[in-house]
């Protein structure tokens, strides 16, 4: 089965407006030059405030998407500080991640509310890049398998078969991100291969969906090892963090997803 190759960069609570119009502008005058003809969907996604910034720039540039880090799964209301998805949308935006893990450990994200946040972006024709993914102490009691299961179908309650078609999802092991401590490729895809075992376990159909869902890999992605990564069956792309703060770095990223697209024929 093949799947689409997507490159994404979390840019977290990095960059001032005037900063991301100034790294947008970078990544799409470097990735215009790349010499591939195929290249894979690459997605930015800054800080809320930055997010006109973004999409403003990337206007007319079909190469590069722009996603948001967070929204609330509500549409409107007496919610102060929060964000919808027709906000999100009446920016350009176009994907979104759900249940990061720092929203996880900081802001007191459980299953329910990457549930009720996945519906909400499918509702609204977002694209969800759903973030699972086990701690420390987890991996260390071996809990890496159950914990990981557990998160995706959490996610999935409820979720009809067919509104999966745009669902993607990022194995993100807590302990690797930010840390500099990278799983090893073969655990990485090894779990990534988890995921999707768990989703056509949780449907129990024959047509396997979760053989068609895009799984990727985030955790101290650098381009000294996402080469390694990509060429795995199981990991169809990056989720990238400081790596995609710096255009070069992020650039050699998205080669090396180049790469993926050039061996393995892409679903559209």
């Known amino acids: 089965m093949s ?16 900063e991301a119009r100034e790294l947008a502008r970078e990544l799409s005058a470097a990735v215009d030059k790349l010499s591939q003809k195929d290249l894979p969907q690459i997605v930015l996604c800054p800080t809320f405030t930055s997010l006109p910034a973004v999409t403003t720039t990337l206007t007319g540039n079909k190469k590069l998407a722009v996603g948001a880090q967070n929204m609330d ?11 919808s998805a027709p906000m999100l949308l009446d920016l350009g935006v176009q994907y979104i991640l759900i249940g990061h893990s720092e929203r996880r450990q900081f802001f007191g994200e459980t299953d329910l509310t990457v549930n009720q946040k996945l519906k909400a972006a499918l509702k ?22 159950k914990v990981v299961a557990k998160q995706v179908a959490g996610a999935l309650q409820d979720i009809a078969e067919q509104e999966l078609e745009s669902l993607i999802i ?5 302990w690797a991100i930010g840390t500099g401590k990278s799983c090893d490729s073969e655990e990485a895809n090894r779990v990534c291969g988890l995921i999707r075992t768990t989703i056509n376990e949780y449907y129990k159909t024959s047509g396997k969906p979760g053989d068609k869902v895009p799984v990727l890999y985030g955790g101290s992605v650098t381009p000294a090892n996402c080469e390694e990564q990509l060429a795995k069956p199981n990991i169809d792309g990056s989720l990238v963090g400081g790596a995609s ?9 998205i080669e090396a997803g180049a790469k993926r697209v050039a061996r393995t024929p892409q679903v559209v």
């Open 170 to 174: 990022a194995y993100e092991p807590v």
């Open 73 to 83: 799964y509500r549409d409107n209301g007496a919610f102060t500080g929060e964000i």
């Open 124 to 145: 609204h024709k977002l694209v969800p890049i759903v973030c699972v993914g086990e701690s420390l102490d987890e991996r260390e009691g071996n809990l890496t398998d």
């Open 245 to 253: 703060l710096k255009a070069p770095d992020f650039v050699a990223i």
């Open 3 to 18: 799947r689409k190759t997507i490159i994404a960069g979390n840019w977290k609570m990095n960059k001032t407006a005037g």
